[in-house]
């Protein structure tokens, strides 16, 4: 009876934690989707530390954070973030979405060695 005790209380401190887990990514792609970038950053760093124990929820948890950092402006940052899916995660999803995004911002001009910041719009002179 002990250990059936033992093992019921592992296994629902384990569901738990993936619970935890779940809602941190669910309420990070909700504020994602409000383009609330700073609640966004707080929720995936929350989702990190519960992640730690499964490494496969990594590679989706790094991509929302490399798009949160594109809708900011931070292109060198987002390509860094991508590069790092790639690199660490080759045949997920996950890389194949992250050389998606990097081909974009290719494409937009957000290269390698790209200006990470656009230049403002001067203002028409007023005579």
């Known amino acids: 009876m002990r ?75 987002a390509r860094e973030t991508y590069q790092y899916i790639i690199s660490r995660y080759p045949v997920s999803e996950y890389a194949y979405r992250a050389k998606a995004r990097l081909q974009t911002l290719d494409q937009l001009g957000y290269g390698v060695g790209a200006r990470t910041i656009p230049q403002p719009v001067p203002k028409p002179e007023m005579k």
Request: hydrophobic letters at 40%.
């Open 3 to 77: 250990i059936f005790c033992l093992v019921a209380t592992a296994l629902l401190i384990s569901g738990c934690m993936r619970w935890s887990l779940d809602r941190y990514l669910d309420s990070a792609y909700e504020a994602y989707e409000l383009g609330d970038c700073a609640k966004v950053r707080l929720l995936l760093s929350q989702a990190d530390r519960e992640a730690r124990s499964r490494p496969y929820m990594q590679p989706e948890i790094s991509l929302l954070r490399g798009q949160c950092l594109e809708r900011e402006g931070l292109y060198a940052d």
